[in-house]
């Protein structure tokens, strides 16, 4: 068996801004896809179904992202472990790494299956999901909570694919499942006539196709990081370590969800047409943050590899170029969105209370999206310089501390939509500061 059949996907040599790159535009077209097909159903939901589906569909954005994104933590910890080993040229444990992962990913699937589907009602009640919206987002959570498995075990699949350097191959199956959804989308909805249950439906279904196609590729390839259903069980030592570096990224993406879920209850308390227009502006931030996932996820596999092989020198160039790229692509996609604002959000729904809330919130937040990328790309840094602990403890501060104490006071007295758009640029120059700081403290300890 070999270690790797394509040398090329290796990040250890080569040009530097040439390697992150083309690591990088595979993610960012695999996420452009995915963000579309996640558009998709609101769009077919806003436009065919009517706004208080499309409040249906928002009301569960954060909660599917707290409870699934816990587990996604430990799939960036398991990458992370598994491209150190590769860089370290470490075949066994490479093996290791990889079973290891999927075991993690198994069980994880059950248990937020579980837990999804028997609490998806008490969840949406506490977030003050108001009652003419609660029983269809229960049901479209229930149903998105049942397939949750695909999305999993997908995440753990590519994670393993992307940990050596292959992006081109994650990004094949996505094209494929997206073009699924949108077909399902328009048979479930438009034909059959079916309500959020048809956009949960053609979601989950899409999510397990590209599951399928991912593993295949695992199960197939004749490099170390081939999976054997006979070797998939927990190897303690790799557990540490997937703990190590997943377990605080793990409370991080939770904290952060926890905190937008209380911001998404105080933008509940102004009605189903603010969710709506939160909701289409959401999608908008998913299409901006595009680079930011795609220079993320490269940034950590470029690291965790060069300093598996000891390449330090190689480290600090390549954290100078991905810093920079993120936050020039991030500005120009902001000022797009500014610009572009009361068109892009009536694209989901045209009712005028609908587009002035999405707008109001677009071009607040919209000019600040530097300071977005910077803080995510430098965690996605510390990350793969083994200190996963300094940006959770950052993101528990600025991100979630800071923001729940506003809301707890100012938002209790001052009860305004503006409060919910200008806590994020408030909060993400507040990390970005911080990061700062860190990046020269590890700098005089020669951590890079």
Same mark, same amino acid.
Request: one cysteine or more; hydrophobic letters at 50%.
């Given at each position: 068996?070999k270690l790797?059949?394509?040398k090329?996907?290796?990040?250890t040599?080569?040009?530097?801004?040439?390697?992150?790159?083309?690591?990088?535009?595979?993610?960012?077209?695999g996420?452009?896809f995915?963000?579309?097909?996640?558009?998709?159903?609101?769009?077919?939901?806003?436009?065919?179904?009517?706004?208080s589906?499309l409040?249906?569909?928002?009301?569960?954005?954060?909660? !599917?992202f707290?409870?699934?994104?816990?587990?996604?933590?430990?799939?960036?910890?398991?990458?992370?472990?598994?491209?150190?080993? !590769?860089g370290?040229?470490?075949?066994?444990?490479i093996?290791?790494?990889?079973?290891?992962?999927?075991?993690?990913?198994?069980?994880?699937?059950a248990? !937020?299956?579980?837990?999804?589907?028997?609490?998806?009602?008490?969840?949406l009640?506490?977030?003050?999901?108001?009652?003419?919206?609660?029983?269809?987002?229960?049901?479209?959570?229930?149903?998105?909570?049942?397939?949750?498995?695909?999305?999993?075990?997908?995440?753990?699949?590519?994670?393993?694919?992307?940990?050596?350097?292959?992006?081109?191959?994650?990004?094949?199956?996505? !094209?494929?499942s997206?073009?699924?959804?949108?077909?399902?989308?328009?048979v479930?909805?438009?034909?059959?006539?079916?309500?959020?249950?048809?956009?949960?439906?053609?979601?989950?279904?899409?999510?397990?196709?590209?599951?399928l196609?991912?593993?295949?590729?695992?199960?197939?390839?004749?490099?170390?990081?081939?999976v054997?259903?006979?070797k998939?069980?927990?190897h303690?030592?790799?557990?540490?370590?997937?703990v190590?570096?997943?377990?605080?990224?793990?409370?991080?993406g939770?904290?952060?969800?926890?905190?937008?879920?209380?911001?998404?209850?105080?933008?509940?308390?102004?009605?189903?047409?603010?969710?709506?227009?939160?909701?289409?502006?959401?999608?908008?931030e998913?299409?901006?943050?595009?680079?930011?996932?795609?220079?993320?996820?490269?940034?950590?596999?470029?690291?965790s590899?060069?300093?598996?092989?000891?390449?330090?020198d190689?480290?600090?160039?390549?954290?100078?170029?991905?810093?920079?790229?993120?936050?020039?692509?991030?500005e120009?996609?902001?000022?797009?969105?500014?610009i572009l604002?009361?068109?892009?959000?009536?694209?989901?729904?045209?009712?005028?209370?609908?587009?002035?809330?999405g707008?109001?919130?677009?071009?607040?937040?919209?000019?600040?999206?530097?300071?977005l990328g910077?803080s995510n790309?430098?965690?996605a840094?510390?990350r793969?310089?083994?200190?996963?602990?300094?940006?959770?403890?950052?993101?528990?501060?600025?991100?979630?501390?800071?923001?729940?104490?506003?809301?707890m006071?100012?938002?209790?007295?001052?009860?305004?939509?503006?409060?919910?758009?200008?806590i994020?640029?408030?909060?993400?120059?507040?990390?970005?500061v911080?990061?700062?700081?860190?990046?020269?403290?590890?700098?005089?300890?020669?951590?890079?």
């Amino acid at each position: 068996m070999k270690l790797f059949s394509k040398k090329d996907n290796l990040m250890t040599e080569g040009s530097i801004a040439k390697k992150i790159i083309l690591f990088a535009i595979p993610i960012f077209i695999g996420q452009l896809f995915q963000q579309l097909y996640n558009t998709v159903d609101s769009l077919i939901v806003g436009n065919l179904i009517g706004s208080s589906a499309l409040a249906d569909v928002s009301a569960t954005g954060t909660l !599917i992202f707290l409870v699934i994104g816990f587990f996604f933590g430990f799939s960036m910890g398991a990458g992370i472990v598994i491209a150190r080993e !590769i860089g370290a040229q470490n075949k066994e444990n490479i093996s290791k790494a990889v079973h290891t992962a999927v075991a993690m990913g198994l069980v994880f699937s059950a248990v !937020i299956t579980a837990v999804g589907v028997a609490f998806s009602p008490l969840m949406l009640r506490i977030m003050g999901t108001p009652q003419e919206v609660l029983p269809e987002a229960v049901l479209y959570l229930r149903i998105y909570f049942l397939g949750c498995s695909g999305l999993i075990m997908y995440n753990t699949f590519v994670g393993i694919l992307q940990a050596s350097g292959d992006s081109q191959h994650p990004l094949m199956y996505l !094209i494929t499942s997206s073009f699924l959804n949108v077909i399902l989308d328009v048979v479930f909805i438009a034909v059959f006539k079916m309500g959020v249950d048809g956009a949960a439906l053609a979601t989950i279904i899409s999510q397990f196709v590209s599951m399928l196609l991912s593993l295949r590729r695992l199960v197939k390839t004749d490099e170390m990081i081939r999976v054997s259903f006979k070797k998939i069980r927990f190897h303690k030592s790799t557990v540490k370590e997937i703990v190590h570096f997943g377990f605080p990224t793990a409370i991080q993406g939770s904290i952060i969800d926890l905190a937008n879920i209380l911001i998404q209850s105080y933008v509940n308390s102004f009605g189903k047409d603010a969710m709506a227009g939160v909701g289409a502006y959401s999608k908008l931030e998913g299409f901006a943050f595009l680079p930011v996932i795609a220079f993320s996820m490269a940034m950590s596999t470029y690291i965790s590899q060069n300093l598996g092989a000891g390449k330090k020198d190689r480290v600090k160039k390549g954290m100078r170029f991905g810093l920079l790229s993120t936050a020039v692509s991030i500005e120009i996609i902001g000022v797009l969105v500014f610009i572009l604002a009361p068109l892009l959000i009536e694209a989901f729904n045209s009712d005028p209370q609908v587009v002035e809330f999405g707008v109001t919130r677009a071009r607040i937040t919209s000019l600040f999206f530097f300071l977005l990328g910077f803080s995510n790309v430098t965690s996605a840094i510390m990350r793969g310089l083994g200190k996963p602990t300094a940006p959770m403890l950052t993101m528990l501060i600025c991100w979630c501390a800071v923001r729940v104490i506003v809301f707890m006071t100012i938002g209790r007295v001052y009860h305004e939509f503006l409060l919910t758009c200008w806590i994020y640029p408030i909060t993400w120059a507040m990390s970005s500061v911080v990061y700062l700081v860190l990046f020269r403290r590890y700098k005089k300890q020669g951590v890079y």
